[in-house]
């Protein structure tokens, strides 16, 4: 699979929140993060500062989500992509 144009094919990480005094968050207080996290697995080929494998922070309510070879991915536009790791 071969992400086109300026979009990136992307497998969004479920991370464990805590907050400051270490208590672990709720799913629905991590939902109302704006940015989320997610590792490139396709970047297309107009895309230019993003590369494959790259781990990058993207606005959550973005794109939207495909199963493709029966895993969840996020399909969005390299516009959408806020961090570079």
């Known amino acids: 699979m071969q992400a086109v144009n300026k979009y990136l094919i992307i497998t969004p990480i479920v991370?464990?929140?805590?907050?400051e005094s270490g208590l672990l968050m709720t799913s629905n207080d991590t939902s109302q993060i704006r940015y989320?996290?997610?590792?490139?697995?396709?970047?297309g080929v107009n895309?230019?500062?993003i590369k494959d494998g790259?781990?990058?922070?993207?606005?959550?309510?973005?794109?939207h989500k495909m199963l493709l070879n029966?895993?969840?991915?996020?399909i969005i536009q390299?516009?959408?992509v806020v961090v570079v790791e």
Do not use: L, Q
């Open 15 to 19: 991370e464990e929140m805590k907050t």
């Open 70 to 74: 029966n895993e969840p991915h996020t």
């Open 54 to 63: 790259d781990t990058i922070y993207y606005d959550g309510h973005a794109g």
């Open 47 to 49: 895309v230019d500062a």
């Open 36 to 43: 989320k996290k997610g590792v490139v697995v396709s970047a």
């Open 78 to 80: 390299e516009r959408d």
